[in-house]
C-alpha cells in the first residue's frame, strides 16, 4: 500500500463516518459539526485526485460560509427533534437493509472488474506547474459559458422563489418607511378646519353633570 | 451536421425570454397593485417575440452551438412554437382565476417564463449537462408555482410532496448519467451516440445506467410505478397550476426523453425497450382504471395524465422515426386536450368556488350549451372517438407498435383505452343527462371563452384533417435525426 492509499483509505473511512454520524447524531448542532467534518475530508479527496482548487472552494464556500449559516440557523430555531425523528429507528432494520442491499449491488457493477485500473488506467499526472485553476476558469467561460449562465438562471429563480414564498407584509408591524416618513408634509397630519365659533354651554346644561357621576 | 463553438443567433430566443423576464420582475417590483395586468401584458409580448425570433432563424438543418451544448433543429424549433402557444393559453385562462385568489401577481408570470426558459432549454439542448440545468430550472420554478398560494395547506402539502419526489428523481438521473459517462467517457449526447455505436465492453454498467435514467425519466413523465406524486400534485395546486404543469411540461419531457434515449443511446435501444414497455402498460393499466374511482375531476385527469403518458411511451419504446414522430404528435395532442379539460375547470370555477368535482359539470348543457360542446369534445378526444384529435394520436403510435411486431401491446392498449373510455363518457353523460346543481351564472371572461372556443373546434379540426401537423412532425423528426 502506498502512501496515497493509505491517505485515501484514512479519508474514506472518516467520510463515511461522519456522514453516518450527520444523520444519526442526536443533536443537531452535533449534527451540522459532522457535516463540516464530512466536507473537509471530501475536499482532502480531492486534493489527492489534483483538484485543488475545487477542494479549497469546497472548504471555503461550503465549511466557510455555507455551513456557519447553518449552524447559526439550527442552534436559533428551536426544533422539536423528538417529533421529528419519530419512527426513526422502527425503519432503520428496513431502511439499513435496503441500503445494503445497495451497496453490495452497486459494488459488483462498479467494482474495479469494470471500473478498475486495469480497465480504465490512472490519468497521467499533471506538471507541478499546472494550474487547475486556470484551466477550470477556460472551460467555464468558453465551452460552459452556456450552462454557466443557466446555473446563474437557476439561482435567481432561488431567489425569486424565496421572496414571492416568504415575504409576507404583517399588519401588525411596527415598522415605518423612513422614506414615507421624510416626505410626510403637514397637510398629512394636521387638518385645519374652518368653523363658527361657537360658545359652549355642556357645564351649564342641566342633567349633564348629575346623571355622570 | 454544422458545428459552431460560438454562435449565437440560435440561441436569440432564450436570450430574449431571460431579458424579458429580467424587465417584468422590474417592472412588476416598481408598479403598484392596481398595475398587475403589465406583467400579464409582458408575458404575452415576450411570447409573442420569442415566436417570432424562433420562425425568424427556423433551422432546417441541425446547428450545434455555444461549444456542443445547444442544438437548433426543425424538432426544437417545432416545440419551442408549440410551447410558446400553450404556455400563453394557459395565462389567458388563468388570469381570473389568479385574480379572484390573490394570486394575480408578478412572481406567478416570472416563475412561469423562468418554467418556459428551462422548457426551452431541455427542448434544444444536446448535452447532459443542459439537460439537467434546463430540468432544474423549470421543476425550481414549478415547486414555487405550486407553493404560491401559501396559506392553502394542501398547496403547500403538494409543493412539498413535489418538491421531495422530484428531487430524488433528479438524483436517479444524475447517477444514470455518471454512469454512462464513466463507460462513454463524454456527456455529449452526440459524442455518447458515436462511443456507443460499436457496442462497448463496459455492456453492464451502461445497462446499470440507463436503469437509473429510464427511472428518472420515468418520475418526470409520472409513468408507473413512479407516478404517485401525480395525483396529490394535481390536486393540491391551485387550478391554475395544475394547467401549467399538466400541459407545456408534457411537450418538455416529451423532448428530454426522445434526446436522451433516441439520441443518445440510440444503439441501445434494446435495453431500453423492454423498461419502456413495463412502464407502458403499467401507466396505462393503473392510469385508466384508478380514474374511474375519482370523484375530483382534477384528480381523476391526474390519472388519465398518467394513462395518456403510457401511450406516448409505446411510440417512443417503436424506436422508429414514425414511432417517434407518433410520440411527438401525442403529446402535441395531449398538451392541447389537457389544456382544455383544466382550462374549462378554471372557466367555471369564480371567487370561493373551484368548480373541480365531477358534480359541478351536471347538468352544463342547460347552463352553457356551448361550453359543454366544447368539454364534449375534449372528453371525446382524450377517450380517442374517432373525429377529434385523440382519435388520430392514438392511431398513430399503434400503429409504429405493430410495425416493429408487438401486436399484442397494441392490443393491450386498445383494451385500456376502452377502460378508459368508461370515465370521460360518464363527464358527458353528466353534463347533458342530470340536472344542474347550481344556477349561478358562468362568468368566464370574454377573452378565455373564445380561446376555449379555438382551443375546442382545434381538437376536431385536427381530428379531421390530422395530416399537416403530423407532416410537421414526421419532418422534424427526420430532419433532427
Redesign the interface.
Same mark, same amino acid.
Given at each position: 500500500m502506498t502512501y496515497t492509499t493509505a491517505i485515501f483509505y484514512f479519508f474514506a473511512a472518516i467520510l463515511v463516518f461522519a456522514g453516518l454520524r450527520v444523520i444519526t447524531a442526536r443533536n443537531p448542532v452535533h449534527a451540522a459539526l459532522y457535516l463540516v467534518l464530512a466536507f473537509f475530508t471530501a475536499a482532502g479527496l480531492w486534493m489527492l485526485l489534483e483538484a485543488e482548487f475545487l477542494a479549497i472552494t469546497l472548504v471555503l464556500v461550503y465549511v466557510g460560509a455555507v455551513m456557519v449559516l447553518f449552524l447559526f440557523v439550527v442552534m436559533m430555531l428551536d426544533i422539536n427533534l423528538e417529533k421529528l425523528r419519530e419512527g426513526f429507528w422502527d425503519y432503520l432494520p428496513l431502511a439499513g437493509f435496503v441500503a445494503v442491499l445497495l451497496v453490495i449491488e452497486m459494488a459488483l457493477?462498479?467494482g474495479s472488474r469494470?471500473?478498475g485500473l486495469e480497465?480504465m488506467g490512472a490519468p497521467a499526472p499533471h506538471a507541478a506547474d499546472y494550474s487547475n485553476t486556470k484551466e477550470l476558469g477556460r472551460v467555464l467561460y468558453?465551452?460552459? $459559458?452556456?450552462?454557466f449562465e =443557466?446555473?446563474a438562471?437557476?439561482l435567481?429563480?432561488?431567489i $425569486?422563489?424565496a421572496?414571492? =414564498?416568504t415575504l409576507r407584509r404583517r399588519k401588525d408591524s411596527k415598522y415605518i418607511d423612513p422614506a414615507e416618513q421624510v416626505k410626510v408634509r403637514r397637510n398629512d397630519r394636521l387638518r385645519i378646519v374652518r368653523m363658527e365659533a361657537v360658545k359652549t354651554q355642556a357645564t351649564q346644561k342641566p342633567g349633564a353633570g348629575e346623571g355622570g357621576a | 451536421m454544422r458545428h459552431a463553438l460560438m454562435q449565437f443567433a440560435p440561441v436569440f430566443p432564450e436570450m430574449f425570454v431571460l431579458a424579458m423576464v429580467s424587465l417584468i420582475l422590474v417592472v412588476d417590483a416598481a408598479a403598484s397593485d392596481g398595475k398587475r395586468y403589465l406583467a400579464y401584458l409582458l408575458s404575452l409580448v415576450t411570447l409573442a417575440g420569442a415566436a417570432f425570433l424562433t420562425l425568424r432563424d427556423f433551422s432546417t438543418l441541425p446547428v450545434l452551438t455555444l461549444g456542443g451544448l445547444f442544438i437548433d433543429d426543425p424538432l426544437s424549433d417545432v416545440l419551442k412554437l408549440f410551447l410558446y402557444l400553450t404556455v400563453a393559453v394557459v395565462l389567458v385562462y388563468s388570469r381570473d382565476y389568479l385574480r379572484q385568489r390573490g394570486l394575480y401577481k408578478g412572481e406567478f408570470f416570472v416563475l412561469a417564463l423562468f418554467a418556459l426558459l428551462g422548457m426551452m432549454v431541455m427542448v434544444s439542448a444536446s448535452h447532459f449537462l443542459t439537460l439537467y440545468l434546463g430540468l432544474e430550472l423549470l421543476s425550481l420554478s414549478l415547486y414555487a408555482m405550486v407553493a404560491l398560494q401559501r396559506d392553502s395547506s394542501v398547496a403547500t402539502e403538494a409543493a412539498m410532496k413535489y418538491f421531495v419526489l422530484g428531487a430524488l428523481a433528479s438524483g436517479m438521473l444524475l447517477y444514470g448519467m455518471s454512469m454512462v459517462y464513466g463507460v462513454t467517457g463524454s456527456l455529449g449526447l452526440g459524442d455518447i451516440a458515436i462511443a456507443l455505436q460499436d457496442g462497448t465492453d463496459l455492456r453492464i454498467p451502461l445497462v446499470f445506467g440507463i436503469v437509473f435514467i429510464v427511472a428518472g425519466l420515468a418520475f418526470k413523465l409520472g409513468a408507473v410505478p413512479f407516478h404517485m406524486w401525480i395525483p396529490d400534485v394535481y390536486h393540491g395546486a391551485p387550478t391554475a397550476m395544475t394547467l401549467f404543469i399538466g400541459s407545456a411540461p408534457k411537450i418538455a419531457a416529451f423532448a428530454f426523453v426522445i434526446r436522451i434515449l433516441g439520441q443518445g443511446l440510440e444503439s441501445q435501444v434494446s435495453d431500453w425497450r423492454g423498461m419502456l414497455v413495463i412502464l407502458a402498460v403499467l401507466s396505462m393499466a393503473l392510469g385508466n382504471i384508478a380514474a374511474i374511482a375519482q370523484s375530483n375531476l382534477k384528480r381523476m385527469l391526474a390519472y388519465s395524465t398518467i394513462s395518456h403518458m403510457g401511450f406516448m411511451l409505446l411510440g417512443i419504446l417503436a424506436g422508429s422515426q414514425n414511432g417517434y414522430g407518433g410520440a411527438m404528435f401525442y403529446v402535441l395532442a395531449y398538451a392541447l386536450m389537457s389544456l382544455g379539460g383544466f382550462g374549462m375547470i378554471l372557466l367555471l370555477s369564480r371567487a370561493g368556488f373551484e368548480a373541480d368535482r365531477l358534480e359541478d359539470f351536471k347538468g352544463l348543457n342547460r347552463r352553457s350549451p356551448w361550453l359543454a360542446f366544447m368539454m364534449l369534445l375534449l372528453m371525446f378526444s382524450m377517450a380517442g372517438v374517432p373525429p377529434t384529435v385523440g382519435f388520430y394520436a392514438k392511431l398513430s403510435v399503434l400503429q409504429a407498435v405493430v410495425e416493429i411486431g408487438y401486436v399484442w401491446l397494441a392490443v393491450a392498449a386498445v383494451l385500456f383505452s376502452l377502460i378508459g373510455a368508461f370515465y370521460y363518457l360518464r363527464i358527458v353523460k353528466l353534463m347533458y343527462f342530470d340536472a344542474p346543481h347550481d344556477a349561478v351564472p358562468i362568468a368566464a371572461s370574454p377573452d378565455a371563452r373564445v380561446v376555449m372556443s379555438i382551443n375546442g373546434l382545434a381538437i376536431l379540426a385536427l381530428g379531421i384533417m390530422p395530416q399537416p401537423l403530423m407532416a410537421v412532425c414526421i419532418h422534424a423528426i427526420r430532419a433532427s435525426f
Open positions: 457493477i462498479l469494470h471500473f480497465v468558453t465551452e460552459y $459559458v452556456y450552462a =443557466l446555473a438562471v437557476i435567481l429563480v432561488a $425569486v422563489a421572496i414571492a =414564498l | -
